[in-house]
């Protein structure tokens, strides 16, 4: 009897075949597989981070790419500071996102989190500068050295030890003076902001100047004469200068010669001035009673004038009004009259004084 089923072996094989294309669709899509080559660039790296083959490369933290390879070469510097040697990191970015790298893009090695895969981040500020070309090799910025960072803390924290243990330096005065110093920078900053702000901006006029003067010098050296007209003109005020800070050498020692007499003289002034105080200062400490006993007897004998001014005014008035003896014979004419014609008899015959007729 034919069997007309499909055969176990042709079920088998399709199931197998069928199994094996969905295993490398999971493998594209996990794994982000592309078929197409994509905008390829370099970035130099001092050190790697951590960083491995097949990491993201992410926009915005947006993955728009991975990394390809990476490779050990030399960075062909040799400063001081420098290292010798650097990782090259091979990144493979999708076309639609190349746009979005610049040349003056950054390009960071950091982490999704605390205890996350390491991957570059492209971090574009402005899109002013021109795209970066295919293939290029750029530098990206060094991640920090978790180790050199822990050293160098160890060290600052043994001098800080050494510090607080030293016998001779107590560690109150030490964070007074700290304290101290740090507000005593921060009071002359800030009462010198003014000044602060005045020389930034003399600093900024002063680059401005020498900017135009470069552009002068640039349009003079083209036939050479303007410059050489400058040169004759610097070595003549050269020369003027160096007359002119002989002469006022010799006036500056003349006017030395003249004024160092009289500040000997003003020296010498000031001296007798202050002995002259200071004697008038001990005389009259020590005469100060005789000096109050003196002012209160000026007092007393200004009441006195006082009172005999009121006196005297009272006597001129009662003159004036006709009281008293002096008031009735300045003021009565009929002994006026009798008193002249005695003075005109006795000029006339003055025996008359000695005995009568």
Same mark, same amino acid.
């Given at each position: ?195 602060? *702000?005045? =020389?930034?901006?003399?600093? $900024?006029?002063?680059? @401005?100047? &020498? #900017?135009? %003067?470069?552009? /002068? ?49 003003? *020296?010498? =002034?000031?001296?007798?001035? $202050?002995?002259?105080? @200071?004697? &008038? #200062?001990? %005389?009259?400490? /020590? ?49 006026? *009259? ?5 003075? $005109? ?13």
């Amino acid at each position: 009897m034919q069997n007309k089923g499909m055969p176990i072996e042709v079920k088998v094989g399709a199931l197998v075949l069928f199994s094996l294309g969905l295993l490398v669709a999971f493998v594209f899509v996990l794994g982000d597989f592309s078929l197409s080559r994509g905008f390829e660039f370099n970035v130099d790296f001092d050190n790697a981070g951590g960083l491995k083959p097949g990491a993201d490369v992410a926009i915005a933290g947006f993955n728009v790419g991975t990394v390809q390879e990476l490779q050990f070469r030399e960075s062909g510097r040799t400063g001081p500071g420098e290292s010798a040697v650097a990782v090259r990191a091979k990144l493979s970015v999708r076309e639609e996102y190349s746009d979005s790298i610049r040349e003056s893009s950054k390009y960071y090695i950091t982490t999704s989190g605390v205890l996350g895969e390491p991957y570059i981040e492209i971090v574009t500020e402005s899109l002013d500068a021109p795209p970066i070309a295919d293939g290029s090799s750029v530098r990206g910025v060094d991640p920090p050295r978790m180790d050199m960072i822990v050293s160098r803390g160890a060290k600052l924290l043994e001098v800080l030890i050494d510090l607080l243990e030293n016998p001779e330096i107590s560690t109150k005065d030490l964070i007074k003076n700290t304290a101290t110093l740090v507000a005593t920078i921060n009071d002359i900053l800030s009462s010198n902001r003014a000044d602060i *702000d005045g =020389t930034v901006a003399g600093l $900024r006029r002063s680059v @401005d100047k &020498a #900017d135009t %003067l470069l552009a /002068a010098l640039n349009l003079g050296v083209e036939d050479g004469q303007p410059i050489n007209e400058l040169i004759v003109d610097l070595r003549a005020s050269a020369k003027d200068l160096r007359r002119t800070s002989s002469s006022a050498r010799r006036i500056a020692d003349e006017v030395d010669g003249r004024i160092k007499p009289t500040l000997d003289e003003v *020296d010498s =002034t000031l001296k007798t001035a $202050r002995a002259v105080a @200071d004697s &008038a #200062d001990r %005389l009259i400490v /020590a005469n100060e009673p005789k000096l109050t006993r003196a002012i209160d007897d000026v007092e007393i004998a200004a009441a006195n004038a006082k009172t005999i001014s009121a006196d005297g005014k009272a006597i001129v008035a009662k003159v004036k009004n006709g009281e008293g003896t002096v008031g009735q014979l300045l003021n009565d004419r009929e002994i006026y *009259d009798d008193l002249k014609e005695l003075m $005109r008899q006795i000029k006339r015959k003055p025996w008359k004084i000695i005995w009568k007729e």
